[in-house]
């Protein structure tokens, strides 16, 4: 399988660069977001390159699946089931992407508010 693609998140999943890994699978990669927002922040990406969920496809069915599984299992490792956490991803440059590689962030650790602002 290749792994990464172009991006900064390709480049982590190479081992390129050094980040605070969580989790991994064969498929998934989780670690530490470098400018937290909440106390536990923690990226979750596939390792297929993907560019976000608006460019997935019916083969990526599966992936996106192990992508929410990783974030739950993130999230329990991470000690948020029971005060709860948030899964986002972000879409374009008007829903905020900033990586054009999915990723998920699981958020958490302190009270969340709706709508993010």
Do not use: C
Request: proline content about 6%; overall charge negative.
């Amino acid at each position: 399988m290749a792994h990464g693609g172009d991006t900064i998140f390709g480049r982590i999943i190479r081992k390129e660069i050094p980040a605070q890994i969580v989790y991994e699978t064969e498929d998934v990669l989780a670690f530490r977001d470098i400018s937290p927002v909440a106390p536990v922040h923690v990226l979750i990406i596939p390792k297929k390159p993907v560019a976000s969920v608006a460019h997935a496809t019916e083969e990526d069915a599966q992936l996106l699946g192990k992508l929410m599984l990783a974030a739950a299992e993130v999230a329990r490792r991470e000690g948020l089931l029971e005060n709860g956490y948030r899964v986002v991803t972000n879409i374009g440059s008007d829903g905020g992407q900033t990586v054009f590689h999915l990723h998920l962030h699981v958020i958490g650790g302190r009270q969340m508010e709706w709508p993010p602002g």
